[in-house]
């Protein structure tokens, strides 16, 4: 049973900076991709970064591009979200993603709050 767990949420003052982690069950090399989601109160569940497990390559939605950077650790088996120069825009519920061939998986969420 794969699992995904994230930490590393909270409420942080605009321009600060967080970091995301998400703890996976087994090894990363395990899945084809990983990436952050992102669901803002009364909206869709969004796209926010992935890479490629195998290559490194990486994606950033605009939205984030140059403040947002997603990177992995194969030893420790974890994904991590570090984001900086935050907005109140950001605020969301953020959410770990893994895919594995065709089959998708997903964290329980952590709650990122930007606001004075």
């Known amino acids: 049973q794969v699992q995904l767990v994230e930490s590393g949420g909270g409420l942080v003052q605009p321009g600060g900076s967080l970091r995301l982690s998400c703890a996976a069950s087994?090894?990363?090399?395990?899945?084809?991709?990983m990436g952050w989601y992102r669901q803002a109160p009364g909206k869709q569940r969004d796209l926010v970064a992935t890479?490629?497990?195998?290559?490194?390559?990486?994606y950033y939605a605009d939205s984030v591009k140059g403040r947002f950077t997603i990177s992995a650790d194969n030893a420790k088996n974890t994904l991590y979200l570090q984001m900086d120069s935050l907005k109140p825009e950001d605020t969301a519920i953020y959410y770990c993603?893994?895919?594995?061939?065709?089959?998708?998986?997903w964290g329980q969420g952590t709650q990122v709050t930007v606001s004075s």
């Open positions: 087994g090894s990363i090399f395990s899945f084809n991709s």
């Open positions: 890479i490629t497990t195998s290559s490194g390559t990486t």
């Open positions: 993603w893994a895919r594995a061939w065709i089959q998708g998986y």
